[in-house]
């Protein structure tokens, strides 16, 4: 029996539908979720979540902070902001990784250069996971 999944973040759905196994990382670590997981709350961080539909399609974000919640057989991900894998970027993700890495040598404490390399990276996982990476 599969359970029922929502990613969303303030500006649209981006994805839901019936699926076999989640994946995310909580500020507690890696989450795996399975139907009929018991009810859980987490801060998510920035980086990527898979989610395995029912038809075994793998769906793979790139998800930058949120929370995830867990109750009754149904997932709920509402995420500060994500992105389908499929739509990343690679050239442009690589670029401001680069950008916020030479701004944090510059200026370690630079809230918003260690914001953008969390997104970044997190893209670039996400990326990764879906086999867009050519090196």
Known sequence: MPMDVAIVDPEKELWSGDANFVVARS????????????PFLGVLKHSKLKV????????VFAVHSGFIEVKDNRVSVLARSAEIASDIDVARARNQAEQARQRLQQEADAEDAKWALARAEARLMAAEESGLLAD
């Not at 500020?27 to 018991?38: F, K, Q, R, T, V």
């Open 52 to 59: 395995e539909a029912e038809d075994g399609a793998v769906i």
């Open 27 to 38: 500020e507690d670590g890696e989450i795996g979720i399975l139907p009929g997981h018991a």
